[in-house]
């Protein structure tokens, strides 16, 4: 079975030191491959360069990203040692892959969700973005992700002010999947929340993503979320590599 995502070796610098150096992630349907590390190690840096974003210089030192649902290119070749300039033509010849075949679930809910749209109006955008257009009305769809999420059908009509914090970070997956991504990213997720809803809101995350059939790559630092929940960590040291391994063994 090919992986949905494959980075190898990926390698970027920054201004003196090497960021990242020799990462390998792979992402497969229905299973949770966990990246974890200390603050500084470039775990949101990795998951940036999974979706073709390079925002630093003077940037890609190597590596190759593949996503084989959609072809066999590898979107990084021609960006190695570009600068500025390579990065901005990775970032728009991967641009129609966010937001369809990659969706990206950010630390907060407030950063993921638009104040001034109802969650409706934001999922109705979100699929608009799917790589295969939806057939039909999105009025069904929508509720149906909603329940998924265990959020009611007025949750729709509701500004994300209106819902409650633990109702935002539901209300957000379900935006996240309404695109039907095949790659789900999400970035440290249990950030700001106490123990139990951390808990129910990853289990949710993790539950969604599989009903679905979508990889996930999960960003942590909570190491008895990643023992729970993940098939594959991998490991991150700061300035370092990281290679897949079996949950419960050093990366």
Not at 67 to 96: N, P, S
Not at 189 to 196: F, I, R
Not at 204 to 222: E, F, N, W
Request: with cysteine.
């Amino acid at each position: 079975m090919s992986a949905l995502l494959e980075m190898k070796d990926l390698a970027i610098r920054g201004e003196g030191r090497m960021l990242v150096d020799g990462v390998f992630i792979d992402v497969f349907a229905g299973k949770v491959t966990a990246l974890c590390g200390p603050s500084g190690a470039g775990k949101s840096l990795t998951a940036r360069a999974c979706m073709g974003v390079l925002d630093v210089l003077p940037g890609l030192e190597r590596g190759s990203l593949h996503y084989h649902a959609v072809g066999a290119q590898d979107w990084l070749a021609g960006a190695h040692k570009g600068g500025a300039g390579a990065h901005a033509r990775l970032l728009r010849q991967t641009e129609h892959l966010r937001g369809s075949y990659l969706a990206y679930s950010p630390q907060a809910a407030s950063s993921a969700l638009n104040p001034g749209r109802t969650i409706g109006r934001q999922m109705e955008l979100a699929i608009l973005r799917r790589l295969e257009p939806l057939k039909g009305h999105p009025g069904p769809v929508i509720v149906n992700l909603l329940e998924e999420v265990g959020l009611p059908p007025y949750a729709a009509s509701a500004l994300p002010g209106e819902l409650s914090g633990g109702m935002c970070q539901r209300a957000a997956l379900a935006v996240a999947m309404a695109c039907d991504p095949k790659v789900l990213i999400a970035d440290e997720p249990e950030t700001g929340l106490d123990p139990v809803l951390r808990r129910q809101i990853v289990e949710l995350l993790v539950s969604v993503g599989k009903a679905h059939s979508c990889g996930i790559l999960l960003i942590s630092h909570h190491e008895d979320t990643v023992d729970r929940i993940a098939d594959t960590v991998v490991r991150l040291t700061p300035g370092g590599g990281g290679r897949p391994a079996p949950v419960g063994r050093a990366a």
